[in-house]
């Protein structure tokens, strides 16, 4: 159980364009799945936390213009990165938890973003 | 001073040795503690997971957390070179399920 699901796995775009990545948890319900960007050999950056039904608390230096945050359902959250750049290049990891507020989180496999 | 500090490592041990890493904490309010385990370009998969202070040991994996020193271990015996990987900790406070993680630890177990 607790499995998390993140789509694409990888994609490579041209700058200027918006690129979606989807988080689905599989096999239980997430209020709250977290959003995470991670440099090559750096650890996770927290980036916004997204809760279902309301809108996405954003970390500080965090432009939420730039990264929209939708959580639809019990268990699809989406991270859109709009009018993406080189810099935005990076790795995203998405999280939920299966509710108790216990820091136990479960990740998704990862999006590698590629903006030429 | 960072929330959590890890030493990032690298890490080279033969296969069988124990693999001894740790990280220190400066937040007295953490009570979850947490090891995850990440091969290249995949996400963190969730290793131990410990609340408060004490010993939890799995299979050949151990954690200890030493909440008056604000430290935290892990410990995996009879390496195997599966298990090299980038190890990180994490940690929560009381009802939050916001992580600080360290730095992360890259492990090479060599055959």
């Known amino acids: 159980g607790a499995v998390v699901s993140q789509h694409p796995s990888r994609v490579i775009c041209k700058s200027g364009t918006s690129v979606k990545i989807e988080c689905r948890s599989l096999d239980f319900q997430a209020t709250t799945m977290f959003w995470y960007r991670q440099f090559p050999k750096k650890s996770l950056m927290l980036m916004a936390t997204?809760?279902?039904?309301?809108?996405?608390?954003?970390e500080q230096g965090v432009e939420k213009d730039k990264f929209l945050i939708n959580h639809a359902s019990l268990t699809l959250s989406t991270l859109t990165v709009t009018s993406a750049h080189p810099e935005d290049s990076s790795f995203y990891i998405c999280s939920a938890s299966q509710g108790a507020s216990t820091g136990e989180l479960f990740f998704g496999e990862g999006s590698r973003l590629t903006v030429l | 001073q960072k929330e959590v500090e890890q030493d990032p490592g690298p890490l080279s041990v033969p296969e069988g040795a124990i693999v001894s890493l740790n990280c220190t904490y400066s937040?007295?309010?953490?009570?979850?503690f947490m090891w995850y385990r990440q091969y290249s370009r995949k996400g963190p998969e969730l290793l131990m997971y410990t609340y408060s202070s004490g010993n939890k040991e799995d299979g050949r994996f151990t954690a200890q957390v030493d909440k008056s020193s604000k430290y935290i271990s892990l410990f995996i015996r009879d390496s195997q070179p599966s298990d090299s990987a980038t190890y990180l900790c994490a940690m929560s406070a009381q009802g939050n399920n916001r992580l600080a993680f360290g730095k992360g630890n890259q492990v090479v177990v060599i055959p």
């Open positions: 997204s809760n279902e039904g309301s809108k996405a608390t954003y």
């Open positions: 937040n007295s309010a953490f009570q979850y």
